[in-house]
């Protein structure tokens, strides 16, 4: 008798992964559910309603009828070492870190991997993207709905956690998916997305920032004068492109800079109209899925999201590059991540330097 594969599934009460859940269950394979419990969601409770209980209250009926076993594991440890450090640390250098990219190939597809036994076979979540699988190696591919494809967040993803993982919903568009939800009457299937960062739950991230690196007023200047503006609380609250949450009056005002030796945020009416247009940056640190791209012109992406532009990427040696945009990106800032693509495969990402 040949063994049923083995599945685990990481749940996170939202109507996508339950109707990945569901898809799933009607295939002719072994089911277990999971969810990670993370860490800031007990250690900072006071900052906001903690969301897992929430979460429960949709994923425990959802299991219960479909009769899978679910399993609440806490992670609290893991999201501190792997995701929470680096992200204050970054953010102590002026960058702009993305903690959801981490959070996948780290703890998803990484610490929970380690925490399983070896009887599984694939992990399965409900995120939008697709993957095409081959004799010797899988590719990521693009979701059908491009306004919520998530590949962006997966780029990290090694090439042996890629041919372990299952995406069951990246063939719908979230319209389809909210369909299904309603035909199988899940208990999610009217429940509203999540936003935000991923282990912040819904804890602001300007609270998250204030509570591990406190606050350390300095002077807001602009960036074509030298006048003092006004006052922030801190450089770290702050990121290149921003535009509310100065405090300035007539504006608007965007954030063009940091000094973060000076503690000082530099600040411009104009700033689609200086002479630094973006098109370019300098990336490191590169993460490819599969292997180095054979061609210099690919797509990039700086951010979540449906914007791409046609780049060149130039090789400066084994670890550096340079990305050159068909365009201008007012957003690009050192700690971001630039994710490559070619046509709707995704094939990694690097980590953004500086920009040109």
Known sequence: MNK???????????????????????ENVEIKAFYLKIWLEDELSFLGNCPWKEDLSYIEPLCEKLNIPLEIVPFQKEYWDKIVKYVIAEIKKGNSP???????????????????????????????????????????????????????????????????????????????VRQKALEFQLPAMNRKDSQGICFLGKISFNDFIRHHVGENPGNIIEHETGKILGRHKGF????????????????????????????????????????????????????????????????????????????????????EGKVLIDGQDQGIAPGQFAVFYDDDICLGSATIKKAL
């Open 4 to 26: 049923k594969t083995k599945i685990a599934f990481l749940i996170s009460g939202g109507v996508d992964s339950s109707l990945a859940l569901q898809l799933l269950h009607q």
């Open 98 to 176: 993305n903690p959801d990219m981490l959070c996948n190939p780290c703890i998803k597809f990484g610490a929970f991997h380690d925490h399983l036994d070896s009887s599984f076979d694939f992990i399965a979540t409900g995120h939008y993207a697709q993957k095409k699988t081959f004799s010797d190696h899988s590719l990521l591919q693009s979701a059908k709905d491009s306004f919520k494809d998530q590949t962006y967040f997966l780029a990290q993803l090694s090439q042996k956690q890629l041919s372990e993982a299952l995406f069951p919903i990246g063939h719908l568009t979230k319209q389809e």
């Open 236 to 319: 770290w609250f702050h990121t290149i492109g921003q535009r509310k949450g100065l405090g300035l009056s007539g504006g608007p005002w965007y954030v063009v800079g940091k000094n973060t030796d000076e503690n000082i945020v530099y600040a411009s009416k104009n700033y689609f109209e200086l002479e630094q247009k973006r098109r370019a940056c300098i990336v490191s640190h590169f993460s490819w899925i599969y292997k180095a791209p054979n061609k210099e012109n690919l797509e990039v992406k700086f951010r979540h999201g449906e914007q791409r532009y046609k780049c060149t990427l130039e090789m400066i040696d084994n670890d």
